[in-house]
């Protein structure tokens, strides 16, 4: 079946600009993870949404984070006023969580460039 | 909160030889620990996980120990192959997929 998928697969933007990152799990899956990661570094947890419980932001860097999930499926991941330290890969994964399991689907992540 | 560590940071082993990588963490509520293993350019993906009323899990050449009263456990690779060359993460999660944290990862070289 189909896995997580993510888009756009490569993101460039200027400094300052807003980005939206979009993440599509794999249906039926309640729980979806943004993670972040850097070049040559680890798994950055940055949200986490499981049902329709309140997200669990505790992962996010700043106030320029956000993150959606409408009807809890497809989940946007939004970065205001980008800066250059915001250059990394943004991996997005869904599970079923709880007793339907834990094992965590990736996506092949968006790659964002900020000059 | 949660925190994982992981050693080496890179290993390097002959084709044909075993790896063993190894992670520790510190919340004692963590209950499950996955393995991901990591290929250039592409997101993780699960190869073996362990929960913690379980010791020891075996999927042909690879392993997973659990050792809940150190807070350690291990990933074993037995007769590795190049394609075996990869990043891993190890990670520790409490229940219902909570508090998900990832080591910060092994690169793995296995030279034919």
């Known amino acids: 079946g189909a896995g997580v998928s993510q888009s756009p697969s490569n993101k460039v933007t200027e400094k300052g600009k807003d980005v939206e990152l979009r993440c599509d799990p794999i249906?039926?899956?309640?729980?979806l993870y943004w993670y972040r990661q850097s070049l040559g570094q680890g798994l950055e947890f940055l949200i986490y949404?499981?049902?329709?419980?309140?997200?669990?932001k505790s992962g996010l860097p700043s106030d320029r984070f956000s993150a959606e999930r409408t009807g809890g499926s497809v989940s946007t991941l939004t970065i205001q006023r980008t800066q250059q330290e915001d250059s990394a890969v943004y991996l997005c994964?869904?599970?079923?969580?709880?007793?339907?399991?834990?094992?965590?689907?990736f996506g092949p992540g968006t790659r964002l460039t900020v000059t | 909160g949660e925190n994982v560590e992981q050693h080496p940071s890179t290993l390097s082993v002959q084709e044909g030889d075993s790896a063993v990588i190894k992670c520790t963490y510190s919340?004692?509520?963590?209950?499950?620990f996955p393995w991901y293993k990591q290929e250039l350019g592409k997101g993780p993906q699960l190869i073996i996980d362990?929960?913690?009323?379980?010791g020891e899990k075996k999927d042909q050449r690879i392993a997973v120990t659990l050792n809940k009263t150190a807070k350690h456990f291990s990933l074993h690779i037995t007769e590795t192959q190049p394609e075996d060359s990869a990043v891993y993460f190890c990670?520790?999660?409490?229940?219902?997929?909570?508090?998900?944290?990832f080591g910060p990862g092994t690169r793995l070289s296995v030279l034919p």
């Open positions: 990670a520790a999660s409490r229940d219902y997929g909570q508090n998900f944290v």
């Open positions: 362990i929960r913690s009323n379980v």
């Open positions: 949404f499981q049902g329709n419980s309140a997200p669990d």
């Open positions: 994964a869904s599970s079923l969580a709880g007793t339907g399991g834990l094992e965590q689907y």
């Open positions: 919340d004692s509520a963590s209950n499950y």
């Open positions: 249906s039926g899956h309640t729980a």
